[in-house]
């Protein structure tokens, strides 16, 4: 359902969307953070890397927190969300996708705004490493469109208490029109020269290490000289590698719009209406959303952006309104985890 959410205002000199969607990845000073490093091995032999923070009570309330495309758990809007929950006596883990973490995976394949399996295996895992806690989940962009697709997925029999994602690409189809447009067109040259680059050095690393079968994938692709946009990338890498038909098929498979009826546990959506990596006609109505699902939506904010206060004290609106979001749910649902994490 829609809800009235609290007012998002830019720094005065962040109007643009642009700049609040710059601003974290080019300006914002990286959070200090102590964190402790897992190594999750998958079913198919490729690994993700987990950094945890925050008490290691046993009923403290644990948050999965997901990055987006060629992020990691460095991205400084997901140190700045760990630290936050901290603060507020919650755990969190933070998930660096397949090849994210600073270490190349092992696997030809990678991972894809669809991977919600990948993150069923985390939420398992995490399930048996702390199997006291109240487990939550926080996406942004590709990692909220994975948490979107398995909690429609899953229903009622998601592990999740209750879930929040930010920026979401619900149509990616469209999305990947909307990166072809005006200045979006400078975000998708940047996330190709980095996808591009990962597979070159993917390739000559397979080479070198005599990973015949890894290398013969990535040969399989074909020259990658003519990738210019996201249909061309998703077309010619993400569908071959990741068993989809062809770029159209993955869209339509992965995009989290057409599986938010299914959607079973409480669930916060915070987008803004002049992301430039999503149209606002890709946005869903009231009518596809389950009952579950509060959709706020700001006139303004840009993309992961959200940037308040002032350019020289900036205020990160999502730093706030997540953890005051969840603290509803952990008071409601496990009213005990306050007292065990020494709230």
């Given amino acids: 359902m829609n809800a009235t959410h609290p007012s998002f205002r830019p ?64 991205s ?95 149509r990616l189809d469209q999305c990947a029109d909307r990166m072809t447009q005006g200045f979006s067109r400078v975000y998708q040259a940047h996330f190709m020269r980095a996808m591009l680059g990962y597979l070159t050095d993917k390739r000559s690393r397979f080479q070198h290490e005599g990973q015949h079968e890894g290398l013969a994938a990535l040969e399989a692709l074909g020259s990658l000289q003519g990738i210019r946009t996201f249909w061309d990338f998703d077309g010619q890498v993400t569908a071959p590698l990741h068993g989809f038909k062809d770029a159209q098929d993955y869209y339509r498979r992965s995009s989290s719009r057409y599986y938010l009826g299914g959607v079973a546990k409480p669930t916060l959506i915070i987008q803004a209406k002049d992301d430039p990596f999503v149209f606002p006609h890709s946005l869903p109505t009231a009518e596809e959303m389950s009952p579950c699902i509060e959709f706020e939506l700001h006139a303004r904010g840009g993309h992961v952006g959200f940037v308040d206060g002032s350019l020289r004290n900036p205020g990160y609106y999502l730093e706030r309104r997540i953890p005051q979001w969840l603290n509803q749910w952990i008071e409601f649902m496990a009213p005990s985890a306050r007292a065990a994490a020494g709230r």
């Fill in 11 to 74: 720094a005065l000199g962040l109007g643009n969307p642009h700049l609040q969607t710059l601003w974290g990845p080019l300006w914002r000073k990286q959070p200090a953070l102590a964190r402790e490093r897992e190594r999750l091995w998958l079913e198919d032999g490729d690994f993700v890397d987990l950094d945890w923070h925050g008490p290691h009570a046993p009923h403290a309330p644990l948050v999965l927190v997901l990055h987006g495309l060629t992020g990691s758990s460095n």
């Fill in 76 to 170: 400084p809007y997901v140190a700045g969300l760990q630290r936050q929950l901290g603060l507020h006596g919650c755990a969190s883990v933070a998930v660096n996708w397949r090849g994210c973490s600073g270490e190349p995976n092992l696997l030809a394949r990678s991972y894809h705004s669809g991977a919600s399996e990948d993150l069923l295996h985390v939420l398992d895992h995490l399930g048996r490493q702390r199997p006291l806690a109240p487990l939550y989940a926080v996406g942004y962009s590709l990692g909220g469109n994975i948490l979107l697709k398995h909690l429609g997925e899953s229903g009622a029999n998601s592990p999740l208490q209750a879930a929040v994602a930010v920026s979401v690409p619900f």
